[in-house]
């Protein structure tokens, strides 16, 4: 009888779409051509943008960003708080603390099952 090695235990980890980065096709595709991927890339982007370019996506009317936000990482609570937001700052002071919160999930989460 012939002994066969034992599959080696494989760990899975599911986090939240927000700690990750959108498909390909769904990347956000800024005026200049460049491309965001994540939310770290938005709040990177945010950090120097001009508030004359963050009004080219955000307005009283529309709000880009939150659009993305709620369609491609699924995080609508997160979008209506980007919409109150009114300067690149606001919105990227709003991102950050929402990914503090997450990432704090997260890790206790992983405390617990260590």
Do not use: C
């Not at 938005?42 to 659009?67: C, G, K, P, R, W």
């Not at 300067?87 to 709003?94: G, L, S, V």
């Amino acid at each position: 009888m012939k002994k066969t090695a034992k599959a080696p235990k494989v760990k899975v980890t599911i986090t939240k779409k927000i700690l990750g980065k959108a498909p390909e096709k769904y990347s956000f595709y800024l005026q200049d051509g460049r491309v965001l991927r994540s939310i770290y890339d938005l709040i990177d982007e945010l950090e120097t943008m001009t508030q004359d370019a963050f009004n080219q996506y955000v307005s009283d009317v529309e709000n880009h960003f939150a659009n993305w936000v709620n369609d491609v990482f699924e995080e609508s609570e997160l979008a209506e708080d980007m919409r109150r937001a009114r300067t690149a700052i606001e919105t990227q002071r709003t991102l950050l603390k929402h990914l503090v919160r997450e990432l704090t999930k997260e890790m206790k989460k992983h405390k617990k099952h260590a």
